[in-house]
């Protein structure tokens, strides 16, 4: 398989998710993967965050997606819904016509080890590889797998535009009224999750190794579920990067791995800036002396013959 045809992609709707995408691209690097992360962009993603992504060779993928709905038909109330509702994007990796295989990661990942060998494992055509879906009690005492249902978190694939476009008259014909629905939960995986019912779509299942949230690892490895923890996937709140603008409230996590888990993704962060500003060598200052001066008008004018000596 030519190392062109294929690519990661993650997905921002806003600016909200920038440091996520950022430290997933440094982070592909750090594990040593050969290929290279693009990202959808879509309506409400400033210019300054589409710059930034550019600066560290995050390959751009740009969409206008209320102009995409509508030309499926979705009225302008429908489309501004379906845009500001931020999970719908997603599907336009997808449409993605530059690659022929995608591995498409949510922004709120970190990979532990290399996964580039999915782009040769998975390679079966207009199907796509996901996780189960997992419902848990309150207190985590209990964790119910669901093969029917899948988290859409880390999805190999193929170029498809025909299930793109299946992804979005599916929320097409499924109405305006799908988003007034009180306490209930919309997001991308229930078109997924509606197709694969309808038999629509296939799907064929990932490991939990490869999309595992950090509550989970302390379990999964002491049951010995799994030989190895390729992806993290903070899919609840808080998000790492919240963490950094000490905006939430003092956070008492599940157990002492999930802890350590957060705290990696803080420690590839600062190892991100680290290395981005502060990892080269510099030469000697310029300045020669100290010396009285005085300013005429606008102008500062150094004497030179009143070097100071001693501050």
Not at 8 to 36: E, I, P, T
Not at 123 to 146: E, H, T
Not at 199 to 213: A, D, F, Q
Request: net charge neutral; hydrophobic share 40%; aromatic share 14%.
């Amino acid at each position: 398989m030519s190392e062109n045809n294929c690519i990661y992609v993650s997905y921002m709707s806003n600016d909200r998710d920038l440091r996520g995408v950022l430290v997933l691209a440094y982070n592909l690097k750090k594990v040593k993967s050969k290929y290279n992360l693009g990202c959808i962009v879509v309506d409400n993603v400033s210019p300054k965050a589409k710059e930034t992504l550019k600066k560290h060779n995050i390959i751009l993928f740009e969409f206008n997606l209320e102009k995409i709905l509508l030309g499926y038909g979705f009225s302008e109330e429908h489309a501004k819904m379906v845009v500001n509702k931020h999970y719908f994007g997603k599907f336009l990796f997808l449409n993605i016509n530059t690659h022929d295989k995608i591995i498409y990661l949510d922004s709120d990942l970190l990979i532990m080890s290399n996964i580039d060998h999915l782009f040769k494992e998975k390679n079966k055509r207009d199907c796509l590889y996901m996780v189960p879906d997992m419902q848990a009690s309150g207190d985590y005492s209990a964790v119910m797998l669901i093969n029917d249902k899948f988290n859409s978190g880390v999805i190999v694939s193929n170029y498809n535009k025909e299930l793109c476009d299946l992804c979005f008259k599916t929320l097409l014909d499924d109405g305006i009224e799908l988003f007034q629905r009180d306490n209930f939960f919309l997001t991308d995986q229930y078109v997924f999750d509606k197709l694969f019912e309808e038999k629509k779509m296939k799907v064929e299942l990932l490991e939990l190794k490869y999309n595992l949230h950090p509550i989970l690892i302390e379990s999964v490895q002491r049951d010995k579920m799994t030989d190895n923890i390729y992806v993290l996937h903070y899919m609840v709140r808080p998000k790492p990067w919240e963490l950094l603008d000490l905006e939430i409230d003092t956070h008492i996590f599940e157990n002492n791995i999930c802890r350590d888990a957060f705290k990696l993704w803080v420690d590839i962060y600062f190892e991100m800036i680290s290395k981005r500003y502060f990892n080269f060598d510099f030469n000697k200052t310029n300045v020669k002396s100290y010396s009285w001066g005085k300013k005429n008008n606008k102008s500062y004018h150094f004497d030179h013959n009143n070097i100071i000596q001693k501050i």
